[in-house]
């Protein structure tokens, strides 16, 4: 077994909402008083485990649920808490008005903090304009924004009449908005004037007119200014701050659990990305569970995520308001002006949990940071997730924190706008896996037969329904691209598209999407078992491994991004080559290693192995407009021709 890098306290059951969800569950259902024990249960009678999570961390309900799971035929056909009203924005605003609900800073240093009352003001007055300019529920509310208070603002306001919310952000193109706005038709649009990025200013009026004109059903085109500068807005329309200040909505109005709340997207790299819509309920529940249970958040937390708008985990990390908890946003570079700057924000404003990226922690630990100069007395865990988390970053923060900190590993989707897999207060922490699967989630790793695996790497699948799974697709009226994304290759199971293995300790490891699997020789490798062991090597900033086709085989090529001032020569490559050796096998040694200026990037930041994969084996890239810096595949698309 891994060696354990982190042991939950000797009063957890007493201390952590999960202990205390797990006493409650012993003395009202008679689960046996032990972690396994309340997972098992939570499959075998997930009427009652969703239910008691729903009491719990207490989520308001006008109306009680009839029935609260019918499974269907199917498992995409379930439904749960048939009859249950609710209103997703009034359960995430709910609580002490004097609380601290949102604390804002941005790479310019600016802050600003609003309670949970003035967040309600804001959002009742917010939400009565849309009505009064014809919003409707069902209608769509697009918005391309910073990680800013307006984006919260007008989330809540969306959802809190009934209407359909869905967001980018503004580092997106036009084309690549337009490719995701463009298919839900919204009603509305919220821009900003612009941005700042490492100290640049980006401007975004021009390009914002132009999505606005070509989003035909768009009525009002309502502009934040974020620059700072004299009010002004993007085409002739509104200002955010016109829209505040009236009257407010007075009584929250109610609908059912499976009322479209999000409409989320695919990465697109395939072809126009999938409209994914997920429903209120089961987005409340599911996080509440997450939140609650999983991470430990309740009132007087500060959970701080570094995310943009146009990722899942925004809407995930806006969602911890149910739990009482306080959120930070942040918007900007993450390490300007220094490599430091966002663990200074998390000391100055006392986060408890942190969440950024694998690519974030080693870009920390490469720098040096963080260092006696920043208090991070506060913190007690730390979340990761966006790419498999190398064996190396688990060190980096053991010998920062000890056992004081919590480390959690966390994978799932914008699929399921949760965690199949994530972090667990009352189980220890092992050096390079992910903890559990999360209560209700029937998670299992499968062979190429459809049969389960003990040990060894496979699928990564879920058995059996779970509240987040989405509503549907949008415009997929038969239901057949939905059933086509995850029911086909294991018919009737729900199979996610990412390589794991089950470790001895019952916590699992994410080897990269099994979709960009390396095959030499017919060995299934994952992507993050050739990548990790290089990117520990001096000199190596990033790595992406990709499958070259050669004759009836394929070839793994490694592409590396050399550190500013490092050269990645003759030497640096032997020492990358021992390095996977060691780390993982002599199969796992790729057969050519190439430095490269920058790697591909999806605009949510990960890497796109698939993108790769296409150029260096000569075929086209199906759209493009999905990478935020497409000019980085050319690189690989001349290698191909060489």
């Excluded at 409650?24 to 009652?48: F, I, N």
């Excluded at 829209?243 to 479209?260: C, D, I, K």
């Excluded at 306080?326 to 663990?343: E, K, M, N, Q, R």
């Amino acid at each position: 077994m891994a060696p354990i890098v982190w042991n939950p306290p000797a009063d957890a059951m007493t201390v952590t909402p999960m202990g205390r969800f797990l006493s409650r569950c012993v003395s009202q259902y008679g689960v046996t008083p032990e972690y396994p024990a309340l997972y098992r249960w939570s499959l075998d009678k997930p009427a009652e485990f969703w239910l008691a999570v729903a009491g719990f961390t207490q989520l308001r309900f006008s109306s009680p649920p009839e029935i609260v799971f019918a499974p269907g035929s199917e498992m995409r056909e379930a439904r749960w808490f048939i009859g249950a009203r609710l209103n997703y924005a009034e359960n995430l605003l709910r609580g002490p008005v004097d609380d601290v609900a949102i604390i804002f800073r941005d790479e310019q240093n600016r802050r600003q903090q609003l309670t949970r009352g003035q967040l309600s003001r804001r959002v009742r007055q917010l939400a009565k304009a849309l009505q009064r300019a014809g919003v409707e529920p069902g209608d769509r509310v697009a918005a391309v924004l910073p990680n800013c208070p307006a984006a919260v603002i007008s989330m809540l306001a969306t959802t809190a009449i009934g209407a359909v919310f869905s967001s980018c952000s503004p580092d997106f193109g036009a084309d690549a908005i337009v490719d995701r706005f463009g298919q839900i038709g919204p009603r509305v649009l919220f821009v900003c004037d612009g941005y700042k990025y490492s100290g640049k200013r980006i401007d975004c009026a021009s390009k914002f007119a132009e999505v606005a004109a070509r989003l035909n059903d768009v009525q009002h085109v309502i502009t934040v200014n974020f620059l700072d500068d004299a009010p002004a807005a993007v085409a002739g329309d509104s200002l955010f701050s016109d829209w505040l200040g009236g009257e407010e909505l007075q009584e929250f109005p109610q609908f059912e659990f499976a009322h479209p709340l999000f409409i989320m997207y695919s990465s697109g790299t395939t072809g126009r990305p999938k409209c994914i819509v997920h429903g209120a309920g089961g987005t409340l529940l599911q996080h509440a569970k997450e939140h609650v249970l999983h991470t430990g958040l309740r009132s007087g937390e500060r959970l701080f995520y570094f995310t943009t708008c146009g990722w899942m985990m925004w809407n995930w990390l806006v969602g911890a308001l149910a739990s009482g908890a306080t959120v930070v946003l942040f918007d900007g570079a993450p390490l300007h002006p220094t490599p430091d700057s966002l663990w200074h924000v998390i000391a100055a404003e006392k986060v408890t949990v942190f969440g950024a990226s694998p690519r974030f922690l080693q870009a920390s630990e490469r720098a040096g940071v963080p260092d006696s100069s920043a208090d991070l007395s506060s913190l007690h865990t730390i979340l990761s997730t966006g790419a498999p988390l190398p064996p190396e970053r688990y060190d980096y923060l053991h010998r920062l924190f000890g056992d004081r900190v919590q480390l959690c590993s966390i994978s799932g989707g914008t699929d399921l706008i949760s965690c199949f897999v994530l972090g667990n207060p009352l189980l220890p922490v092992r050096r390079g896996e992910i903890q559990s699967p999360g209560l209700g989630m029937a998670v299992d790793v499968f062979a190429g037969n459809g049969e389960p695996l003990p040990t060894g790497q496979g699928e990564l699948v879920c058995t059996q329904a779970f509240p987040s799974m989405p509503l549907g697709f949008w415009n997929d009226a038969d239901g057949s691209r939905y059933v086509d994304a995850y029911f086909t290759r294991f018919p009737g199971v729900w199979t996610q598209g990412d390589l794991a293995a089950r470790t001895h300790s019952g916590g699992f490891i994410i080897s990269g999407r099994s979709d960009s699997v390396l095959n030499p020789g017919g060995v299934r490798i994952g992507s993050a078992e050739v990548c990790a062991p290089a990117l520990s090597v001096a000199g190596v900033s990033d790595a992406l491994a990709a499958g070259l086709r050669v004759a009836d085989d394929e070839q793994i090529i490694l592409f590396v991004v050399p550190d500013t001032g490092a050269v990645i020569d003759d030497d640096c490559c032997e020492k990358i080559r021992a390095a996977i050796r060691a780390a993982a096998s002599p199969r796992h040694v790729p057969a050519r290693i190439y430095a490269v200026p920058d790697l591909p990037r999806t605009i949510s930041g990960k890497t796109s192995e698939l993108a790769v994969r296409a150029a260096i084996n000569g075929e086209a890239v199906a759209n493009t407009g999905a990478l935020a810096n497409p000019e980085a595949l050319q690189y690989f698309s001349d290698l191909s021709a060489s």
